[in-house]
C-alpha cells in the first residue's frame, strides 16, 4: 500500500512540476453550449478552433474549455448531429481568459448520416475503462415496456450486468450485489432505484439529460462503493416556453411539466426555469381485468414516483439547482408477504465559474431517506431504515487537453435494522454513520496515450478507519481505429445489505452500516477492520470494425478481499452466555471473501434508421464464509443481450424495437426434506408431545443446484404524428415475453409449486408532447 501511495505522489509533483514550467503566454476560452431553442444545455457537442488541433467536447453540463492557445484570432466552431454548425470569430491574448457562450439551432435537415465526432474524439481522449453514457435517445431505443422508455430496461442489457427478473428483480454487477451500487441523482443518494416489479426504476426518462454507468475501474471521486457507480443528471426544464408531456398506458400514468419562471429574454442573459414529474402505476388495478393470464388475483405492483427542479441560470453559465423527490412502491404477494417502501429527499447542487479563471467549481448538499417494511404469512415483520446527508465540493482545473480535478465529500447517515431469525433471535441494530472523502485526480492526454491516476482518502469517523485508496486508468491510441485500456484501483465501503442469501428471490432490500459484531478471527487471521474492501482490474480494447461498427472487449477480476453477510447458522444469542460456543454459531454476521472475474463483449452499429447492439457476458462469481466455498444466487455464467430498433415512414415517424434476452440459470440451494420445528418458547417446560409445532424446512447444500435457463423476447412499435409546431400525439404498443417462455421466479417449498415470471402481456399506451 505505502509503496502505491508513493508512486501517486511522485507522479503528482513531477506532473505539476512540468506545467509551472510552462510559461503564461497563452490564453484560454471557455463557456457552455446551449440548445437555442429550449436554453437546455448542449452535452458532448464537439467545439474546436478551425484550421487548428485545440478542439475540446462540451460536458454533462455543456461545459467547455480550450487553454494554452497561441494569441490570435480563430473561428471557433461547434458541431453535433441534428444542429446546424456554429461559428464565430475570437480573438485570443496572452494570459488572458475568453468567457463564451455559445447556442445551437436545430437543423432543418436530417443529419444522421454525419459522423459523431465528439463521440470519436472522447474515445480516444478519455480512458473509459468500464463506464456506458447514456442519453434518453439511448434509452428509447429498447422497447418501451408499458407505453414509457425506462432507465431500468436499457440497464438490463449494458455488459456485466446480471438481471435476477421482472419481479422482485434488481441488478448484480461484475460480482458486486446491488449495496455496492452507488447510485446518485443530480449528486443524491438513491438507496433504492428500482421498483417491486423490476421493469421500472424511479427516474422519468424525460427528465433525465445523461447518466454515466461504471461497471467497474472508475476513479477516485466516487467512494463508500466496491461495486458500480451509476451517476444521473437532470434537465434544468425549458427556459424559452412552457411545455410538458402526459400519457397513460395499461400499466401507469405519467404528467411532465416544465417552463420558465424568468424567462431567458436574450442569448448570454439569466434565466430560472422548473420542472416537474410525477409517475403513478396501477398495474395492481388493472391487471385483474387485463393480465388474468398473468394472474388471477392481478399483479401486485403498484408505485408512485415525484421528481421536482427548479434552477436558476446565471450570465456567466453558473447555476443553482433546488430539487425534491418522493418514491412510493407496494407489493403485496398474496400469502407470501407485503412489501412497502418509501423513499425521499431533497438539496441543492451549484456550478461556479470564476471571472477570468479556468477552474471550474461544483458542489451539492442533500438529504435522503429510504424505508421499507416486509410483512410475511408467518413471521415477524421486517424492518429498515436509512436516512442521511451527504455534501460535496469539487474543482476542476483544464490545462490544455489535461484535465487536474478535486474535491472532498462528507457523508453522515443513520441505519436502523429490526427482524427475527428462524430461530425466533430476534436482530436488531441501530447505527450513527459519519465518512469523509478527498480525492485528486489528474488526468493526461496525448495523441498516443492517456494517463489518469487519481487518489482517494477516505475516513470512516464513526469506525475510526482510513483508507487510502489508489486508482489508475490508462488508454493507448494505437491508431485510429485500434485503442487499448487499462484499470485498477483500491475500493471500500460501510453500508451493508441485510437480505440472505438463501433468498432465490430478494423481496426484501435493507441496509446496515458496518456492525460491531463480527467474528474476532476469519480464516485463521484476525479480523482488524469492519469495512467491506474490494480490489478491481480491468484491461480491454476497443476496435472501429467499420465506419459505423464498434467492437469493446474488457476482461476483469475483482477481489473482494472482506464482505460482511448475514449469519445463515447462527443457532445462539449473543449474550455471553454462548461463549463457549464458535463464532459462526454465536455472531449475527460473518466475515467473507471472494472473486468475481469474465469477459464482456459488445458490438454495437448504428447508421441512419437502424440501431443494433449485441451484447455478451461471461462471469464466474464465489464466496467463501470460513466454512464453504459457494456462488451466490445471482451467479449467471452466461448472459447474452440483442437489441435493435429501426425507424420507418418518410417522415421518420414509426419505431420499432425488439430485445432478446438470455441468462443461464442462477443457483438456489435444494429441499433436502421436512420436519416439525418447536420453538421452545416455555423452555424446560415445553411438552414436545403435545405442542404443535411449524413446518421447517432441511435445506441441502448452499447454492448446489441451477434453476433452468432464463430468455425472453420483448417488442414495442410506436407511431408518432406532428399535430402542431411543437406538439406530437404518440400511439406506442408492446409485448413482454411474445413465445411465452415460462421463467422461474421462485418455487414454493412448502406447497411444491413453481411460480414463474411473467408470461406473454401486451400493453397499448398513448402520449401527448407539446
Known amino acids: ?96 481568459v475568453i468567457s463564451k457562450q455559445l447556442y445551437l439551432n436545430k437543423s432543418i435537415i436530417n443529419l444522421k448520416t454525419i459522423e459523431i465526432s465528439a463521440e470519436k474524439d472522447a474515445q480516444r481522449s478519455e480512458v473509459r475503462t468500464s463506464v456506458t453514457k447514456i442519453t434518453p435517445k439511448d434509452i428509447k431505443s429498447v422497447p418501451s415496456i408499458g407505453g414509457e422508455p425506462d432507465l431500468a430496461q436499457y440497464l438490463q442489457v449494458l455488459p456485466g450486468v446480471v438481471f435476477s427478473g421482472d419481479q422482485g428483480g434488481q441488478l448484480y454487477i461484475r460480482g458486486g450485489t446491488p449495496v455496492m451500487n452507488k447510485v446518485l441523482l443530480d449528486g443524491m443518494i438513491i438507496y433504492n432505484p428500482f421498483h417491486s416489479i423490476g421493469l421500472f426504476s424511479v427516474f422519468d426518462t424525460d427528465v433525465i439529460r445523461n447518466a454515466d454507468v461504471y461497471t467497474g475501474g472508475f476513479s477516485a471521486k466516487y467512494g463508500d462503493r466496491i461495486g458500480s457507480v451509476m451517476d444521473i443528471t437532470t434537465r434544468d426544464g425549458n427556459k424559452k416556453r412552457y411545455s410538458g408531456k402526459i400519457s397513460a398506458s395499461t400499466f401507469d400514468a405519467k404528467v411532465l411539466l416544465e417552463g420558465p419562471i424568468i424567462k431567458q429574454k436574450s442569448e448570454g442573459k439569466g434565466s430560472a426555469s422548473f420542472v416537474v414529474s410525477y409517475k403513478n402505476s396501477y398495474l395492481d388495478q388493472s391487471s385483474k381485468t387485463l393480465y388474468k393470464n398473468a394472474s388471477q388475483d392481478g399483479l401486485p405492483y403498484s408505485f408512485k414516483d415525484l421528481y421536482g427542479k427548479i434552477s436558476f441560470n446565471g450570465q456567466n453559465g453558473s447555476k443553482l439547482n433546488l430539487f425534491g423527490f418522493n418514491f412510493k412502491d407496494n407489493a403485496n404477494y398474496r400469502n407470501i408477504a407485503k412489501i412497502d417502501w418509501l423513499s425521499k429527499g431533497f438539496g441543492a447542487n451549484f456550478i461556479l465559474v470564476p471571472g477570468g479563471s479556468s477552474t471550474l467549481i461544483d458542489g451539492v448538499f442533500a438529504f435522503s431517506q429510504y424505508s421499507i417494511e416486509q410483512k410475511e404469512a408467518n413471521d415477524a415483520p421486517r424492518t429498515s431504515d436509512v436516512n442521511g446527508f451527504n455534501m460535496d465540493m469539487n474543482f476542476t482545473n483544464f490545462i490544455n487537453r489535461d484535465e487536474f480535478k478535486y474535491g472532498f465529500e462528507v457523508e453522515g447517515f443513520r441505519t436502523a435494522y429490526a427482524a427475527s431469525t428462524i430461530t425466533g433471535l430476534k436482530n436488531e441494530q441501530i447505527e450513527n454513520t459519519t465518512e469523509f472523502g478527498a480525492f485528486f485526480k489528474y488526468r493526461i492526454t496525448r495523441d498516443k496515450i492517456v494517463i489518469d491516476p487519481s487518489l482517494r482518502l477516505q475516513y470512516y469517523a464513526s469506525l475510526a478507519e482510513f483508507s487510502p485508496e489508489p486508482r489508475l486508468g490508462i488508454k493507448w491510441n494505437v491508431n485510429d481505429k485500434l485503442r487499448f485500456k487499462f484499470g485498477a484501483g483500491l475500493y471500500s465501503q460501510n453500508l451493508i445489505a441485510t437480505s440472505s442469501d438463501r433468498d432465490v428471490v430478494n423481496l426484501f432490500y435493507g441496509f446496515i452500516s458496518g456492525p460491531d459484531d463480527l467474528p474476532k478471527e476469519f480464516n485463521g487471521k484476525s479480523v482488524t477492520s469492519k469495512l467491506q474492501k474490494a480490489r478491481d482490474i480491468v484491461i480491454g480494447t476497443e476496435i472501429d470494425l467499420l465506419p459505423h461498427l464498434d467492437l469493446n472487449v474488457e476482461a476483469y477480476y475483482k477481489k473482494f478481499t472482506q464482505l460482511t453477510n448475514i449469519n445463515r447458522d447462527k443457532i445462539y444469542p449473543d449474550n455471553g452466555e454462548y461463549d463457549n460456543q464458535p463464532d459462526y454459531l454465536v455472531k449475527s454476521y460473518i466475515v467473507e471473501t471472494g472473486d468475481a472475474k469474465g ?82 418458547a416455555n423452555g424446560l417446560y415445553t411438552n414436545v408431545t403435545q405442542d404443535n409445532g411449524y413446518l421447517g424446512i432441511a435445506y441441502g447444500d448452499l447454492n448446489q ?66
Open 1 to 96: 500500500m505505502q509503496k502505491h501511495l508513493r508512486l501517486i505522489i511522485i507522479f503528482f509533483y513531477v506532473s505539476f512540476s512540468l506545467h509551472a514550467q510552462t510559461p503564461l503566454t497563452t490564453g484560454s476560452v471557455h463557456g457552455f453550449v446551449y440548445e437555442k431553442e429550449s436554453g437546455e444545455p448542449a452535452v458532448f457537442t464537439t467545439i474546436y478552433l478551425k484550421g487548428t488541433k485545440f478542439g475540446t467536447s462540451s460536458d454533462v453540463n455543456g461545459f467547455y474549455t480550450i487553454s494554452r492557445i497561441p494569441p490570435g484570432t480563430y473561428l471557433l466552431s461547434v458541431t453535433t448531429v441534428g444542429y446546424d454548425t456554429l461559428q464565430s470569430e475570437i480573438t485570443i491574448k496572452a494570459d488572458q
Open 705 to 770: 443446484g441451477r434453476l433452468p435457463d432464463y430468455h425472453r423476447l420483448d417488442i414495442s412499435l410506436k407511431k408518432t404524428f406532428a399535430i402542431g409546431k411543437n406538439s406530437n400525439f404518440e400511439i406506442n404498443g408492446s409485448i413482454i415475453n411474445v413465445y411465452n417462455r415460462k421463467n422461474i421466479f421462485y418455487f414454493d417449498r412448502v406447497r411444491f409449486k413453481r411460480i414463474n415470471q411473467l408470461p406473454t402481456i401486451y400493453s397499448i399506451g398513448v402520449n401527448l408532447t407539446f
Open 599 to 680: 469477459a464482456d463483449f459488445v458490438l454495437k452499429y448504428e447508421l441512419k434508421r437502424i440501431y443494433f447492439w449485441a451484447v455478451y457476458s461471461l462471469g464466474y462469481v464465489n464466496r467463501y464464509d470460513g466454512i464453504r466455498t459457494y456462488t451466490p444466487h445471482f451467479d449467471r455464467r452466461h448472459n447474452i443481450n440483442l437489441v435493435g430498433s429501426y425507424t420507418l415512414g418518410k417522415k421518420l415517424d414509426w419505431v420499432i424495437n425488439a430485445r432478446w434476452n438470455y441468462g443461464s440459470g442462477f443457483p438456489f440451494t435444494k429441499t433436502a426434506g421436512f420436519y416439525e420445528y418447536l420453538n421452545f
